[in-house]
Structures are given as C-alpha cells and as structure tokens.
C-alpha cells in the first residue's frame, strides 16, 4: 500500500466552526488532491495541489482551502463548516506521470456537520 | 468538459455468473480511463486503467474492460464472480497530461448472490 495517511479518521463538528484535515504520505509523489464522496455523486475533486505552495482549485471548491508548505503534506480547511460539508474526505497522490503513474488514495475521514 | 456515467447504481449477480459494469464517457478527445473498486469502509484501490495502447485491458483479480471510442464507452467485465467482489465500483477519466484529476462516475454497488 502506498504510504498515505489521513488524520482525523473521523470528526464531528458544528456549523460555523473551522476544520482542519490532514492528508501525509511518504512516497515523495508530486501530486496531491482532495475529493469528496457523496452518495449519488461519486467522488469529487475539491482541490490540488502539483508541487510546494502551488495548489489549484477542483470541481467543488467553493467554501474550502488549501495549503502545502512541505512536499509531504497536504491540508484541507472549511473555514466555517457547513452541514452541507459533511461527507467524507478523501486524499490521493500521484507521480509525475498521468500516463504511467497511478493515483493512489488515503483511508479516507469522515466529517459530520451538526 | 469531461464528465462519466455509470449506468446502473446496483447490480446484482450470482457466484460464478458473468459480472458487466457499465460505463460511457463524454469527452473531447479519447481520454485516460480507470476502474477502481472500493470495499466498504476502505479507500479506493486501482483496478485497471486505459492509457491509449491496447484496447482490451486487464486488471487485478481477474476483470478486464475494452476501450470501444466508437461507442465512447469503457465496460467492466469478469467471466465468474467471486463472493469478495462485493463492493463499489467507480468508473472515472483523466486528462492525458498533468495532474491526474479524476472525473468520477457515480459508482455501482455489486452484490454477489451466493
């Protein structure tokens, strides 16, 4: 198994309070992405990031943030969670190559918004 | 824009019979496309994936998918279903450059009959 892990596993909050999640692994992968998975939707890509300091927005974006300030660590913060926001999160990374590299993901965390 | 359909949400199947999963895309030019499956509880795991060489890719624990661009569809198959198939399946694009961000299907729950 690649080397990913996530913290918390799972994290129950209240609306209008900020969250923090941490995706860590320990390949030295260049790419690192957050998704969401929602019943009926899949996954969805929430952010990316393709090196230190250079993150770009995904699909669903809105309400969320990033930062990656050490090539093994990637955070994902709700300013001010919403209940729309529970679901849970999940962190993958992958190599320098789309053709050749796999995207391997994280055990996932499940966040609930009350 | 890229987007997949999973056609199908549940599929149920007897031990031993053939298993097919569905899956079309919609894209500009023939894209990256992957299968993965996630068992419950877990993170999602590779199966297979369609990088522009052979049509007719095989992947782990016995399934295989074919590439059809004139049909835009990319369908999971495996001949005889195992009781540890049981889980979802998501079907999902990539571009062919950069970042591998994922456009996912909306994932089909396989349930094997005994």
């Known amino acids: 198994d690649a080397g990913i892990t996530q913290s918390p596993r799972h994290k129950v909050t209240e609306t209008g309070t900020p969250v923090t999640l941490r995706c860590h692994q320990t390949e030295n992968h260049r790419y690192m992405y957050w998704y969401r998975q929602d019943p009926g939707h899949g996954l969805r890509l929430i952010h990316y990031s393709y090196g230190v300091k250079d993150t770009d927005k995904g699909e669903v974006s809105d309400g969320y943030s990033v930062s990656r300030s050490k090539t093994e660590d990637f955070l994902l913060t709700l300013e001010s969670a919403t209940s729309s926001q529970t679901s849970v999160y999940f962190c993958?990374?992958?190599?320098?190559?789309?053709?050749?590299?796999?995207?391997?993901f994280g055990p996932g965390t499940r966040l609930t918004v009350l | 824009a890229q987007s997949v359909t999973q056609l199908g949400s549940h599929v149920s199947v007897s031990e031993g019979a053939l298993v097919l999963l569905r899956c079309n895309y919609s894209s500009s030019v023939p894209p990256y496309l992957f299968w993965y499956v996630q068992y419950p509880n877990q993170g999602l795991q590779l199966l297979l994936k369609y990088t522009s060489a052979a049509t007719l890719v095989k992947g782990i624990n016995g399934f295989e998918a074919e590439f059809k661009k004139s049909e835009t569809s990319f369908h999971l198959t495996k001949p005889s279903a195992h009781m540890s198939d049981a889980a979802e399946y998501f079907c999902a694009v990539s571009d062919l450059f950069g970042a591998q961000k994922l456009v996912f299907g909306q994932g089909t729950r396989l349930t094997i009959n005994p």
């Open positions: 993958a990374i992958s190599g320098t190559s789309a053709m050749t590299d796999t995207q391997y």
